[in-house]
């Protein structure tokens, strides 16, 4: 009988890890991609194999975090129409990753994070610059809403790495709701979104089947639990949550752009 190779089953363990507290993270704020992305790179995948098997291996976590924050989600009506636009844009952003070099979007990725960390790190001050949600007409704050999905859903089909922080920024800049309400959809267009790149990336990507068998059950559990420690949290501690992950995620992304 073989014993398993020991750098395998280290290999193992690690993506293992790596998923679970992904799943936890991108359920609290986002940014979890940053911890099974390096892994994975870690244990020998070329760079673009390693992105989109990331990309197919985090959406069974988005889907645990709906499941655990379903009954903070807005009313259907509110969020049934921003699907289509989520799934439009997250085709245009996976066809942008198998079809155009990196390296332009590469540098621009850490400034859009960091500026959507921003966004939500100064909301008072910019909503009373553009005014408040509740101050927008019906129109505009429809208009504006799809304008961020479309946006967030673009980036999430290139990358994917701080989605929920983009997607919480431009959501909480919309919508007059609770921090817990914005998680819950943000969970729910983070899964489309997912599950459009598991199609595109299964039928034209060079996936990592056996990499994504490891990483997506334990993105799965820690998905679940992350959206039940989000739910008890207070908006203005998730809020700061979120912020501190954004500002490290944009800053990590910009130090290994420009190395």
Known sequence: MDVP???????????????????TVNAVAGGGSLLTFPALLAVGLPPVA?????SVAVCPGYLAAVAGSRTDLPP???????????????????????????RAFELVVP???????????????????????????????????????????????YFGAAL????????????????????????????????????VFALFGPVNWAAVALVAPATLVGGYAG??????????????VIVIFGTAIGGYLLFRALR
């Open 111 to 157: 400034f859009l994070v960091l500026a959507a960390t921003a966004v939500l790190a100064f909301q008072g001050p910019l909503r009373r610059l553009v005014g408040h949600p509740r101050d927008l007409g019906p129109r505009r704050r429809t208009v504006t809403l799809h304008l961020m999905v479309a946006v967030g859903a673009v980036y999430g089909g």
């Open 164 to 199: 929920g922080v983009m997607l919480v920024a431009g959501l909480a800049l919309v919508l007059d709701a609770t921090m817990a309400r914005v998680s819950a959809l943000k969970n729910l267009l983070s899964a489309v979104m997912g599950l459009t790149t598991i199609t």
């Open 227 to 240: 959206a039940r420690l989000a739910r008890r949290l207070p908006s203005a501690v998730l809020r700061v």
């Open 50 to 54: 390693a992105n989109v098997s990331n």
């Open 5 to 23: 190779d020991a750098g395998l089953l280290l290999d193992g363990l690690l993506l293992v890890v790596a998923g679970l507290a992904a799943g």
């Open 76 to 102: 259907r009506r509110d969020w049934l129409p921003l699907l289509p636009t989520a799934v439009v844009g997250t085709l245009g952003g996976c066809l942008l990753l198998l079809g155009t070099p990196a």
